[in-house]
């Protein structure tokens, strides 16, 4: 089992709708949370980092870490066309080898105008 | 406050050859991590580096790869002798302890 699991998509939706992603862990030892945009050829881009359980908000961004049944969300409303990208869910714990940062695989996502 | 910077972002090296990917990380950052990113594939965890030291390197394939993060300069990553099948993107990210971490853009190396 992948400590991580994201469905890779491809995701595709018409401008306006919300998307909804998701991913599920296995090590409850994991703390941090976090949500990366990765457009073509480019790095990946920090949307949002959480600690521990509950929800986040940041702008049209909304995060939802749920640790009893290991499931993150990341909520996008309102979606626009420059939304399409790869985003992908990252994990870790709080020391030593505990620190590195455990990917999922990315889900693409397609925003249609 | 620049962004993690790695150079150069394009490296093209013949079989045999050696590739030196280097990374400077975010001001007041003292942790550095190198992920490789096959074309098509997710990212996959490289190591994990200190200041002098090397935290983990589990990702790291047992030959021809190494690392290093100084205590003055940038990180480098070195691969000695590449293959056809180290052609990838590798990118580095770093942080402060105990925060989120930054990527740069990468360095897409492509032997021929």
């Known amino acids: 089992q992948k400590e991580v699991e994201q469905d890779p998509g491809p995701l595709s939706v018409p401008e306006g709708a919300i998307v909804s992603l998701n991913c599920t862990y296995s090590?409850?030892?994991?703390?941090?949370f976090m949500w990366y945009r990765q457009y073509s050829r480019k790095g990946p881009e920090l949307l949002m980092y959480t600690y521990s359980s509950g929800n986040k908000e940041d702008g049209r961004f909304t995060t939802q870490v749920d640790k009893s049944s290991k499931y993150i969300s990341l909520f996008i409303r309102d979606s626009q066309p420059s939304d399409s990208a790869t985003y992908l869910c990252a994990t870790h714990g709080n020391a030593g080898n505990n620190r590195k940062l455990i990917w999922g695989l990315g889900t693409s996502l397609a925003v249609n105008p | 406050n620049a962004g993690v910077m790695q150079n150069p972002r394009h490296l093209v090296r013949r079989r045999g050859q050696e590739a030196r990917l280097r990374c400077s990380p975010m001001?007041?950052?003292?942790?550095v991590y190198w992920y490789r990113q096959l074309p098509e594939e997710g990212l996959k965890f490289m190591v994990y580096l200190q200041k002098e030291n090397i935290i983990d390197e589990s990702g790291m394939p047992k030959e021809r790869f190494s690392a290093e993060f100084p205590k003055e300069g940038p990180s480098i990553l070195r691969i000695q002798q590449v293959v056809r099948g180290d052609s990838a993107a590798y990118f580095c990210?770093?942080?402060?302890?105990?925060?989120?971490?930054?990527f740069g853009q990468g360095t897409r190396l492509t032997v021929v």
């Open positions: 001001k007041g950052h003292s942790h």
């Open positions: 090590n409850s030892a994991f703390q941090y």
């Open positions: 990210a770093s942080s402060r302890k105990g925060a989120e971490a930054f």
